[in-house]
């Protein structure tokens, strides 16, 4: 099983910008899929997920009401839209997917490589 995380870049805060997390030889169906996030020297720590089956979504409460995900059956992806940007929003950010259970930083079944987010001030 492969993740395959795109979409980040350079943008000034307030900005938009859209991860995809793209998977390959897995089919998603009861798994829980999630982003998550990193900068040097700190932990990774939970930004999202949905579960797979009826798309019920968990934030943290630093993305509330500036982020959302959803996912694309059809194209086994799972998005990540990402708005009113702020500076330390910049990270890496990683999607990974638990099978059956909910996906958390301690508790995952597959990584994606990670994909840089950087806000400008």
């Known amino acids: 099983v492969q993740l395959q995380a795109s979409g980040g870049g350079l943008v000034q805060a307030g900005g938009s910008l859209r991860l995809s997390c793209a998977a390959s030889?897995?089919?998603?169906?009861?798994?829980?899929v999630g982003w998550f996030r990193q900068t040097p020297g700190k932990e990774r720590e939970f930004v999202t997920s949905?579960?797979?089956?009826?798309?019920?979504?968990n934030y943290a409460d630093s993305v509330k009401g500036r982020f959302t995900i959803s996912r694309d059956n059809a194209k086994n992806t799972v998005y990540l839209q990402m708005n009113s940007l702020k500076p330390e929003d910049t990270a890496v950010y990683y999607c990974?997917?638990?099978?059956?259970?909910?996906?958390?930083?301690?508790?995952?079944?597959?990584w994606g490589q990670g994909t840089l987010v950087t806000v400008s001030s």
């Open positions: 949905i579960w797979w089956s009826d798309g019920a979504t």
């Open positions: 030889g897995r089919t998603f169906t009861s798994d829980s």
């Open positions: 990974a997917a638990k099978r059956r259970m909910a996906v958390t930083t301690g508790n995952v079944d597959y």
